[in-house]
């Protein structure tokens, strides 16, 4: 199993709303990420876990708050997003954290702010 | 300042038709060059991984060179389908980062 799941594949939400994006890998990585992804842009780091603690904050808007539970799922908590914040959200994992190791994308989330 | 940067931007070819794409980079120290397909709205699918030794890569229609004195790599599709139609990235890591330095991609589209 080389997949990365990621739930919901579209999400439309408005600005006062809270909603979680959710991620899973039963690979075995030790390293899980999160990227957004602008149209016709490539994917910017917005987050890395390695071995479940949070190792990589790329100075985020506290509106996005990630979570660990286990080393198979990671979360991504929205509250209070603005327009701009839509976006492809691509989650991704790897054997370890310092990027010598294949990384395997997630099929992303598409999500809308209205 | 760690960058990759690719060319053409874009590409048109007819089905059948080979094509090769260009990376340039300026990581350093270097780790490895990934090549990626990703389909529109869809997360990046991996083609290649190649580490400072290695020269050369293939997978299936797919071959990626790396020349790691030049700082360039290449991506070259063999007997394009219609499924190749997609942007293909190119995606440097550094030594001793938990980070990936990404392309900004070329989208190819493959007519019939």
């Known amino acids: 199993d080389t997949e990365v799941t990621q739930t919901p594949k579209h999400l439309v939400m408005g600005m006062t709303n809270k909603k979680s994006l959710k991620c899973e890998q039963h690979?075995?990585?030790?390293?899980m990420y999160w990227y957004k992804q602008k149209a016709k842009k490539p994917p910017e780091l917005m987050f890395v876990?390695?071995?479940?603690?949070?190792?990589i904050n790329e100075s985020v808007p506290s509106r996005f708050s990630p979570e660990c539970p286990n080393s198979s799922l990671l979360n991504l908590h929205l509250h209070a997003l603005q327009p701009e914040d839509s976006a492809l959200y691509l989650c991704?994992?790897?054997?370890?954290?310092?990027?010598?190791?294949?990384?395997?994308f997630g099929q992303g989330t598409r999500l809308t702010v209205v | 300042k760690n960058q990759v940067e690719q060319s053409p931007q874009s590409l048109i070819i007819l089905e059948g038709k080979n094509c090769t794409l260009q990376?340039?980079?300026?990581?350093?120290?270097?780790?490895?060059l990934r090549w990626y397909k990703q389909d529109t709205g869809r997360g990046p699918v991996s083609l290649t991984i190649?580490?400072?030794?290695?020269n050369t890569k293939s997978n299936g229609r797919y071959t990626a060179t790396l020349d790691a004195d030049t700082k360039q790599s290449s991506l070259h599709i063999t007997a394009s389908q219609l499924s190749d139609s997609a942007s293909y990235i190119c995606?440097?890591?550094?030594?001793?980062?938990?980070?990936?330095?990404f392309g900004t991609g070329t989208r190819l589209q493959v007519f019939p």
């Open positions: 991704a994992s790897s054997q370890y954290g310092d990027m010598n190791t294949e990384a395997f």
């Open positions: 690979m075995g990585h030790r390293a």
């Open positions: 876990y390695s071995y479940e603690k949070l190792s």
């Open positions: 990376c340039n980079y300026t990581v350093s120290p270097f780790s490895n």
């Open positions: 190649m580490t400072f030794s290695e």
């Open positions: 995606v440097v890591s550094a030594r001793l980062t938990d980070k990936l330095i």
